[in-house]
């Protein structure tokens, strides 16, 4: 490096500062360098920004969807096509026990967990048993203990199922659901009793075993879930029970009036959470036009339904329309329809206001 100039020569007024030629080149060096690195790095800011912009270009703002959604199964996103569609206006939903399993209620015929396994504890004959005419002549307590159990409005809530049904009414999309549950989840998540068809029954009302006098519907709820025995008939002194269909009754007359009209009108069938193996609703499926599309939203396959893309056994007009079925649980089944169809919100809106407590 070179020196640097005396105190004398930079404080000589007539004379410039003297640089010796040795710091001259290496300075002029230096401010190569510097313009080399300046010229440098804003090129390499240039670069920067155009890269920056054209990735900034390629992004998309819009919310990106969760990965359930992403990667729902063609069963769920043809479901979602259909109803999107605003094609369907009459609608008939069918249930069972499936849809109120989430709600702990247990289906029937599940080993080990189901209603039948359950009731042994009552050293039942059969299992059947508890909703048997007969035997509840001579030993009510199993049917009171249940009832008890099951009593509506008291210790379960509708599901997320129920209130899906709730919303296609909301909708204007339902024309009636059948459940063949006689928990009333349907009716306590909001259907109209218009729309609903309880195929086995309720605890609305109560009548005698006997002599079929009808009887005080609350009063039948106040002894069988506080006093825990049978009502009795005030005219006969039978057993009153509530006005759930027993082996051998016959189902309500409003099925009988509604159900072939119904399956003639309907454009689509949704059947969900059953075995399909209680006569005659089981039948329902079978009914509907051969056009009518029918989807199965269940843990396996049952009745005449066929998998997701394999032709119906029913004979099409169409010849287009098949079966969609969708195995696994109803509720998170139709979260996830719901989710697609950007009903989620309404959906959880209208299950939260009907839950107890």
């Excluded at 030629?21 to 440098?40: H, K, L, R």
């Excluded at 048993?129 to 009593?151: H, I, K, M, T």
Aim: charged share 25%.
């Amino acid at each position: 490096m070179g020196s640097k100039s005396t105190p004398q020569a930079a404080n000589d007024s007539d004379s410039q500062v003297s640089i010796p030629s040795g710091s001259s080149q290496t300075a002029a060096q230096s401010d190569g360098e510097e313009n080399i690195e300046s010229t440098t790095t804003n090129k390499e800011k240039d670069v920067n920004i155009d890269d920056l912009t054209a990735t900034l270009g390629s992004v998309s703002i819009a919310p990106t969807q969760p990965s359930s959604i992403a990667n729902a199964p063609q069963s769920i996103k043809s479901v979602a096509k259909m109803l999107a569609s605003n094609k369907y206006k009459k609608i008939v939903v069918l249930t069972g026990a499936g849809v109120s399993c989430n709600a702990g209620i247990p289906d029937f015929r599940t080993p080990g967990t189901g209603l039948y396994d359950n009731l042994q504890k009552y050293n039942l004959p059969f299992p059947e048993a508890v909703f048997d005419l007969g035997f509840y002549a001579r030993n009510p307590d199993p049917f009171v203990q249940l009832a008890s159990e099951l009593w509506p409005g008291l210790k379960h809530s509708p599901t997320i199922t129920h209130s899906f049904i709730a919303l296609l009414e909301q909708k204007g999309m339902l024309l009636r659901t059948y459940t063949q549950n006689i928990d009333m989840l349907d009716v306590l998540a909001g259907v109209s009793e218009e729309r609903m068809i309880e195929c086995h029954g309720h605890f609305r009302t109560a009548s005698c075993t006997v002599c079929s006098k009808p009887f005080d519907g609350e009063e039948c709820k106040r002894i069988i879930v506080e006093e825990n025995r049978a009502p009795s008939c005030l005219s006969c002194k039978g057993h009153v029970k509530p006005d759930i269909v027993f082996f051998g009754e016959g189902l309500p007359d409003r099925f009988h009036r509604l159900v072939k009209k119904d399956v003639r009108d309907a454009d689509l069938l949704i059947v969900m959470g059953t075995s399909l193996m209680v006569s005659p609703v089981c039948q329902i499926p079978d009914m509907v036009r051969r056009d009518c599309p029918r989807i199965l939203f269940n843990r396996e396959l049952v009745g005449t339904f066929c998998r997701d893309g394999v032709k119906s056994r029913r004979k099409s007009y169409s010849n287009k329309e098949r079966d969609i079925f969708h195995a696994g649980d109803c509720d998170e089944s139709v979260r996830l329809l719901c989710s697609l169809l950007d009903w989620d919100e309404e959906l959880d809106e209208l299950n939260s206001s009907t839950r107890l407590g």
